[in-house]
């Protein structure tokens, strides 16, 4: 049931891996804190906020959804909407910026992909809510980043 986009891979000349992003799902809230605390200093500080508050946006829409109990079957349908969105985001930007963005990208399909697949609706309420936490946290310290950046740090 996932959707799929294509997958930027490195170039064949200077080795290493694809990056598979981390499967936040399974951490809990002290380390998806640090986590997303990590990924912002080391990659998404040079990403503009407005792109990460609009991820941010569509993930509250997915989490009030299921706060609100109107049915799961509603999450579902918007969980591939932040996947279009990703991928919408990933290709607007430019190359340094995609490089930067990419660990990020490819930790919230991961974790798109997991929410999609759940049949246990107390699990995929569960993830939508460790999904919103860490979305709430990497824009808490892309914030607190961009501030210090202002500030000489």
């Known amino acids: 049931m996932g959707v799929r986009f294509k997958s ?27 986590y997303a ?16 508050r609009r991820l941010h946006q569509e993930i509250v829409r997915i989490r009030e959804i299921v706060v609100r109990g109107e049915g799961l079957e ?6 591939p909407r932040l996947r279009y969105l990703l991928a919408y985001i990933y290709g607007r930007l430019g190359g340094g910026e995609k490089r930067n963005f990419q660990e990020y990208m490819e930790t919230l399909k991961r974790t798109i992909d997991a929410l999609l697949h759940s049949q246990d609706p107390e699990k995929l309420r569960e ?11 990497i824009v808490a310290y892309h914030k607190y980043y961009e501030e210090g950046g202002r500030r000489g740090r």
């Open 74 to 79: 509603e999450c579902r349908k918007l969980l």
């Open 37 to 52: 605390e990590k990924l912002v200093e080391r990659s998404l500080r040079r990403i503009s906020m407005s792109k990460m």
């Open 8 to 34: 930027h891979s490195p170039p064949r000349q200077g080795g290493g891996t694809a990056l598979r992003g981390v499967a936040v799902l399974e951490l809990d809230y002290h380390e998806l804190g640090e």
């Open 127 to 137: 993830g939508v809510e460790k999904l919103y936490m860490f979305s709430e946290a």
